[in-house]
C-alpha cells in the first residue's frame, strides 16, 4: 500500500502579490504526483485563516476535487470508529483523502471549520480522535487522526481519548501539533514531546512543524512531512526543500521524501555593512551573488537579515534596492536594531501578524509573553487573566497575579462568601 502524505499548504497564505500563488502551485504538483498512491493524507492547516476567502475557496476546492476524477486504486474501507456522512461514499469511491484539521483552522466551539466544510462537499474525510482502516492486498493500516487542539491541552486530550495500537494493522498516529523538540513557534511552549508520545504505533506523523524531518523513537518512525509553502521566512526553511512524504507499506515501511520541481527557491542571508562602503553597493553585492550565478523557475525569495550602526537611516536605500530587482526576485529586508530587546518585540509582532491570528489570539499571546519575562510562575490560567482584563476587571486580575488569591476560582469563591 502507497501512501501520499501531504501538509500545511496555507492557501490564501501571500507576504505578497508575488507570492499568492504559490501555495496553490505548490500544492497542484503536489497532489498532482500523488495520484498514484493509494491513500492520500493531509495533516492539516489547509487554509491559511479560518475563514477563507472565496477566491480561495474556488482555488482550493479545484486542486482537492483532483482525486475524485481517479478511480479507487483498489483499497477498502475495512473499519472506522467515525459515523462517516452519506456523502463520504464518493470519496471512498475514488481516491480516498483522509485529512486533520490544523490550528489556523480552529474556529469556536460548536462551529463549523473549512476541513469539515470540505468533509460535507464529499472532498475528504475529516479525522479527529477517532481511527479509520483500510485494507489492500492482505495489508491493513490503521490511521488514527488527532486535528490540532491548543498546545497546553493536547498531552491531556491524547491522553484521554488514549488510542491503542490496533492488531493486525500497521498502526500509524496523526497528529497536527507542537513537539518538543520540534517546536514550530515558541510563543505556545508544547505540551507534547518525543517521550511522553503513546507507544507502539509504528510510526507517528506530524503536521504543523514545517520542516521535514524523520527520526526513530524506539520502534516506531516519527515523520514530518513539513510544509509546501514558505511562510515563516526562516533560516531553517532556506535549507531544505518543499515537498511530501511517500510511504510504502508491506513486509517493510519504506519512506522517501518527494522534493517538488517548480517551488520557489528561498534564500536566508545575514550581512554586517560596512561603515567605510556604500550601503546600497554592498546590498546589491549581495543579491547579485544570489540571483546572477543561477537560473531560476521562478523569481527567488531572499531575506537580508542586516546588521550595522547605519541600519536605522537606510530605509531609502532599501527601497531602491526593491526597486531595481523587483522583476528578479522578492526580497524582504530585516534590519537588526542596536537593541536586542526591541529587536525581539518587533520579530514577535511579525510572527504574529504573519500567523494571521485573531486580535485576542494576539493580544493573548503578548500578555503571556510579557508575564513570562517578568518571571510570572504560571500557577493561574492566562486566558482567564486576558478576560478579566478585556472585560476591565483589572483589580480581580491583579489580585491573582500578586497572589492574592491563587486562581480564578478562588477569587470567585471568596467573592460568593462575601
Same mark, same amino acid.
Given at each position: ?138 495489508v491493513k493500516v490503521a490511521i488514527h487522526g488527532m486535528s490540532a487542539v491548543p498546545e497546553r491541552f493536547a498531552k491531556n486530550f491524547l491522553y484521554q481519548w488514549n488510542p491503542k ?7 500509524? =498516529?496523526?497528529?497536527?501539533? $507542537?513537539?518538543?523538540? !520540534?517546536?514550530?513557534?515558541? #510563543?505556545? +511552549? *508544547?505540551?507534547?514531546? &518525543?517521550?511522553?508520545?503513546p507507544k507502539g504505533f509504528d510510526l507517528i506523523i506530524n503536521g504543523h512543524i514545517h520542516m521535514h524531518g524523520t527520526e526513530r523513537i524506539d520502534n516506531t518512525l516519527f515523520l ?19 515537498g511530501f512524504l511517500e510511504v510504502e507499506v508491506g513486509e517493510e515501511i519504506k519512506v522517501n521524501f518527494i522534493s517538488l520541481k517548480t517551488s520557489r527557491k528561498f534564500f536566508y ?13 554592498? =546590498?546589491?553585492?549581495?543579491? $547579485?551573488?544570489?540571483? !546572477?550565478?543561477?537560473?531560476? #523557475?521562478? +523569481? *527567488?525569495?531572499?531575506? &537580508? ?114
Amino acid at each position: 500500500m502507497k501512501i501520499a502524505i501531504l501538509s500545511d499548504f496555507h492557501f490564501g497564505f501571500g507576504y505578497s502579490p508575488e507570492l499568492e500563488n504559490d501555495s496553490f502551485e505548490n500544492v497542484e504538483e503536489a497532489m498532482e504526483r500523488a495520484l498514484n498512491s493509494d491513500l492520500v493524507l493531509i495533516g492539516g492547516d489547509i487554509f491559511d485563516s479560518p475563514l477563507p476567502k472565496t477566491q480561495t475557496w474556488a482555488k482550493a476546492i479545484k486542486i482537492l476535487a483532483r482525486p475524485l476524477l481517479k478511480p479507487n486504486p483498489g483499497i477498502n474501507l475495512a473499519e472506522c470508529s467515525k459515523e462517516l456522512k452519506e456523502i463520504s461514499k464518493r470519496t471512498l469511491a475514488h481516491l480516498p483523502v483522509i485529512a486533520l484539521h490544523g490550528n489556523h483552522e480552529r474556529r469556536a466551539r460548536g462551529e463549523l471549520n473549512a476541513v469539515q466544510a470540505l468533509e460535507n462537499a464529499g472532498l475528504l474525510i475529516h479525522l479527529h480522535g477517532n481511527t479509520i482502516i483500510f485494507e489492500k492486498d492482505g495489508v491493513k493500516v490503521a490511521i488514527h487522526g488527532m486535528s490540532a487542539v491548543p498546545e497546553r491541552f493536547a498531552k491531556n486530550f491524547l491522553y484521554q481519548w488514549n488510542p491503542k495500537p490496533i492488531n493486525g494493522c500497521v498502526n500509524i =498516529l496523526f497528529l497536527h501539533q $507542537n513537539v518538543d523538540p !520540534y517546536v514550530y513557534s515558541p #510563543l505556545e +511552549p *508544547p505540551s507534547l514531546t &518525543l517521550s511522553n508520545l503513546p507507544k507502539g504505533f509504528d510510526l507517528i506523523i506530524n503536521g504543523h512543524i514545517h520542516m521535514h524531518g524523520t527520526e526513530r523513537i524506539d520502534n516506531t518512525l516519527f515523520l514530518i512531512p513539513g510544509s509546501l509553502v514558505i511562510t515563516q521566512f526562516e533560516k531553517g526553511e532556506a535549507e531544505i526543500d518543499k515537498g511530501f512524504l511517500e510511504v510504502e507499506v508491506g513486509e517493510e515501511i519504506k519512506v522517501n521524501f518527494i522534493s517538488l520541481k517548480t517551488s520557489r527557491k528561498f534564500f536566508y542571508e545575514e550581512i554586517k555593512l560596512e561603515e567605510e562602503k556604500p550601503i546600497r553597493e554592498q =546590498l546589491e553585492k549581495k543579491l $547579485n551573488e544570489i540571483i !546572477y550565478t543561477r537560473e531560476f #523557475l521562478k +523569481p *527567488p525569495l531572499i531575506r &537580508l537579515r542586516i546588521f550595522g550602526k547605519e541600519v536605522e537611516a537606510i530605509e531609502q536605500e532599501l527601497r531602491a534596492v526593491e526597486r531595481k530587482y523587483s522583476d528578479k526576485a522578492v526580497i524582504k529586508f530585516v534590519k537588526e536594531l542596536e537593541s536586542p530587546e526591541i529587536t525581539r518585540k518587533i520579530e514577535l509582532l511579525q510572527s504574529l501578524r504573519e500567523q494571521r491570528l485573531s486580535v485576542e489570539e494576539i493580544g493573548l499571546t503578548i500578555l503571556k509573553k510579557n508575564l513570562d519575562e517578568l518571571s510570572f510562575k504560571a500557577v493561574f490560567d492566562h486566558e482567564s487573566i486576558f478576560k478579566l482584563l478585556s472585560e476591565g476587571d483589572v483589580d480581580k486580575a491583579l489580585a491573582i497575579l500578586l497572589g492574592e488569591q491563587k486562581t480564578l476560582a478562588q477569587l470567585l469563591k471568596k467573592s460568593v462568601e462575601k
